[in-house]
């Protein structure tokens, strides 16, 4: 079975990450060696990666992306990446509703 390892740069720092992705009789196993994978959190590194974003790509294996966009695509794992994707943007929408409103009730008491 096809194993994936890709190599990142971290963004605020000069450490790299490794990532590996290989298909598992219960879905993907997709590792990462960051601090936030380490303690069973997404991380944004492997989001980045399953989204195609090259940017912190330290290592050259572009084409392995493509494979493994074809092997989360029409997962649970991708159903979960576009429902938190959802939800996010929901997040930001709201939270210029609620600044709005303060500005709002702001201007509302200077009578
Ligand atoms: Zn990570």
Known sequence: MARYRFKVRSSSSFDTYQLEA?????????????????????????????????????????????????????????????????LEDEATKIKARINGEKKNIARLMMG
Not at 55 to 62: A, F, G, Y
Request: proline content about 0%.
């Open 22 to 86: 290989y298909q598992t009789a219960a879905g993907i196993r997709f590792s990462c060696t960051c601090q936030a994978a380490g303690n069973d959190q997404h991380c944004k590194h492997r989001l980045a990666l399953i989204a195609g974003d090259v940017t912190q790509l330290e290592s050259r294996n572009v084409d392995d992306l493509k494979a493994l966009s074809a092997l989360v695509t029409g997962t649970a794992l991708a159903a979960s990446i576009a429902a938190l994707a959802q």
